[in-house]
């Protein structure tokens, strides 16, 4: 059977930082991907370098919510596709899910499905929880709560940095989920073989809040699945820009939103064309506030050359950050010119 | 005195100081303003914010003025205007005016990829 982990955890708690690091790892060299973004247009896959044959990305929304048709399916295909030969003898698969998802769904179809079993076995759920903001994400949504009460592994993640906290959040994990093994991981920094082959997933040792949701799950439509909510008003969009954005243009981006949308901006990351530097793109990385500085990589990772931004939070307005942009963009061109003119 | 005619620097600031309205939930609304005036916001709590284009000699490129809800006209505020180097510095000053208590300071951190 091929063992399936599951990589779960909170926007920006450092999922595909672990991923894309494991995967470099020669020990996973066979390891099929899927990819879960809560957004219309996904990012990840362009920051995770793996093959095209083995890897998946599911953008269709959540996948917790379309478990049935997404999931199931995508499994099943990938399977069929390894038996005909069409894809790479891949020994493992690890699924990325979304920032929101709630686990439980997609952990009750990967241990009852007809169509999954025999072929697959769960073989367990890492969970990231960031070091920063953790308690507070904790505290505040019931999807990271849960996120962490089915975790094999916990991953606490940027311990590194200025105001991480991490006894604090081992402290609030400990709590919450007495059974997973707690670690940590600076950069997504850690060897798979402390990760995977957790064996059979088990609910024992679990909050007993865990077993009840797997109960739940069970009877629970899978057509439309109405077993949770995401937060209310949590909604997601993707900014496609074709015009390249000036490099000073971004530094006051990131000032207005932290200092205009606040903690409702959940999430925030993108692939930005900069005018400046247009062969190496720049990828950032915000959660709330907190940004990190701008990774510039190599190269284009496709012929997608376009900037790319995707916003995950709630109340925020779309036409109100395009305009920003185009704003922002605008003033610092003016700006750039008023210089010029007068040197 | 005469009214501002609508440039389209202006219309694009409007709109864009109703959506911000929007996104701070502030009940209000943006009125093109009289010369040098190119926006005016009212608030319904009462506070008022005008916002001006910096001229070309200066290195500024918005004048906010307001009067906050609650003072009397003719305050400080309302007479000498805030000085703001960009939009980013624009919509903290009509925050400020406003009463929106929003958001942090950006803080930026090590890259994620290393």
Same mark, same amino acid.
């Given at each position: ?285 915000? @959660? ?6 701008? @990774? ?48 | ?62 004048? @906010? ?50």
């Amino acid at each position: 059977m091929i063992p399936v982990s599951v990589i779960t955890g909170f926007l920006g708690s450092g999922k595909t930082t672990l991923l894309a690091r494991l995967i470099r790892d020669p020990a996973m060299s066979r390891t099929a991907v899927i990819i879960n973004e809560f957004g219309a247009v996904g990012l990840d896959h362009d920051l995770i370098e793996t093959s095209e044959e083995s890897f998946v990305q599911l953008s269709n929304g959540c996948l917790c919510c379309n478990v049935r048709s997404d999931l199931t399916q995508t499994l099943a295909e990938l399977a069929a596709r390894r038996a005909q030969g069409t894809a790479p003898p891949f020994e493992r698969v690890v699924i990325e899910t979304s920032g929101l998802a709630d686990p439980a769904p997609i952990l009750h179809a990967l241990m009852t499905e007809r169509d999954l079993i025999g072929v697959y076995a769960l073989d367990g759920v890492i969970t990231t929880v960031d070091a920063l903001l953790g308690v507070a994400t904790l505290d505040q949504h019931e999807e990271s709560r849960r996120q962490a009460a089915v975790a094999d592994r916990i991953v606490i993640t940027k311990t590194d940095l200025d105001g991480a906290d991490a006894v604090a959040v081992r402290r609030r994990l400990s709590a919450l989920n007495p059974s997973a093994q707690i670690m940590e991981a600076m950069c997504g920094a850690i060897l798979p073989a402390v990760l995977f082959d957790c064996g059979f997933y088990d609910v024992a040792g679990k909050h007993p809040d865990v077993g009840t949701w797997l109960a739940y799950e069970g009877g629970a439509t899978y057509k439309v699945h109405e077993s949770h909510k995401h937060s209310s008003g949590m909604s997601s969009f993707c900014i496609v820009r074709e015009a390249p954005l000036r490099a000073v243009t971004l530094p006051l981006l990131l000032s207005a939103l932290a200092e205009n949308c606040g903690a409702d901006l959940l999430r925030m990351k993108g692939i930005i064309n900069v005018l400046e530097n247009p062969q190496r793109p720049a990828v950032i990385h915000g @959660v709330q506030h907190v940004y990190h500085a701008p @990774v510039w990589l190599p190269r284009w990772p496709s012929e997608d050359r376009r900037t790319r931004l995707v916003f995950i939070g709630r109340n925020l307005r779309e036409s109100w950050v395009r305009s920003l942009i185009d704003l922002l963009d605008a003033e610092v061109a003016e700006q750039a010119a008023k210089q010029a003119s007068a040197a | 005195m005469s009214a501002q005619p609508i440039t389209t620097e202006a219309a694009q600031l409007h709109a864009f100081l109703d959506e911000s309205l929007a996104l701070w939930q502030i009940a209000g609304a943006v009125h093109p303003g009289v010369a040098p005036v190119m926006a005016e916001i009212r608030a319904a709590s009462g506070a008022v914010a005008w916002v001006e284009r910096a001229g070309e000699d200066t290195p500024f490129r918005w004048f @906010v003025r307001w009067r906050a809800a609650g003072d009397a006209p003719g305050g400080v505020r309302e007479v000498r205007p805030r000085a703001c180097g960009s939009l980013v510095g624009l919509l903290a000053a009509v925050r400020e005016a406003l009463g929106v208590k929003r958001g942090n300071a950006v803080r930026v951190v090590a890259p994620e990829y290393r």
